[in-house]
């Protein structure tokens, strides 16, 4: 990697600057390049998948976001479609930091019925500011649909030193069949299936 910087007496070190300093952050590709807000790890990554619970609320948090953006969409990977997926109760969303919902897809029953990568249109857009946020999945079936994610040993290695409410990956309130209001995070529930998910 070189980068090319102007010489002294030039006018404006700002864009060479700003240049330099994305080619510094760029190792390797990132959800941008993927047309993704963000990502909470490389699609790449993905490696096995995981049938969540029938009606169990499942939470994966994103990295921080550093800057406004509006959010229209739910990024994710379904590996093996349901069966018998129960229609108007699965759906995706967007939680705060405090467990709060945001925002919400409507039915998803439709997306979650073919395996392949998803991009869930939410209700309305919803306008980030910068902190911490959560994607929120709910599949109600006899069998949910496998969600792509890269294999962990162990709840204690996906959410390492991590306190309960600020697990990158876990359970929330079960027997539901809608998105809940508010989830409690300091009761959820750490889990070691490090489902993938993104926004847009």
Do not use: E
């Not at 953006?69 to 739910?74: G, I, K, M, Q």
């Amino acid at each position: 990697m070189s980068v090319t910087l102007p010489v002294i007496g030039t006018p404006s070190w700002g864009t060479p600057l700003n240049s330099a300093l994305s080619t510094l952050a760029h190792d390797g590709f990132d959800a941008n390049d993927h047309g993704l807000i963000m990502w909470n790890y490389d699609v790449v990554q993905i490696s096995s998948s995981a049938v969540p619970t029938s009606g169990q609320l499942r939470l994966i948090r994103l990295p921080d976001l550093t800057q406004s953006r509006t959010v229209t969409s739910v990024a994710m990977h379904i590996n093996t479609a349901p069966v018998g997926g129960t229609a108007g109760q699965n759906f995706v969303g967007l939680y705060s930091s405090t467990g709060t919902r945001l925002a919400q897809s409507a039915d998803c029953t439709v997306d979650f019925s073919t395996a392949g990568a998803k991009l869930i249109a939410l209700t309305a857009p919803y306008a980030a500011v910068p902190g911490r946020y959560y994607v929120g999945i709910l599949a109600n079936a006899a069998t949910p649909a496998a969600f792509g994610h890269c294999s962990s040993i162990a709840t204690s290695v996906a959410n390492f030193n991590l306190a309960t409410a600020l697990s990158r990956f876990a359970n929330g309130p079960s027997a539901q069949t809608t998105l809940p209001a508010t989830v409690t995070m300091a009761s959820v529930t750490p889990s070691l299936n490090a489902t993938w998910a993104g926004i847009a």
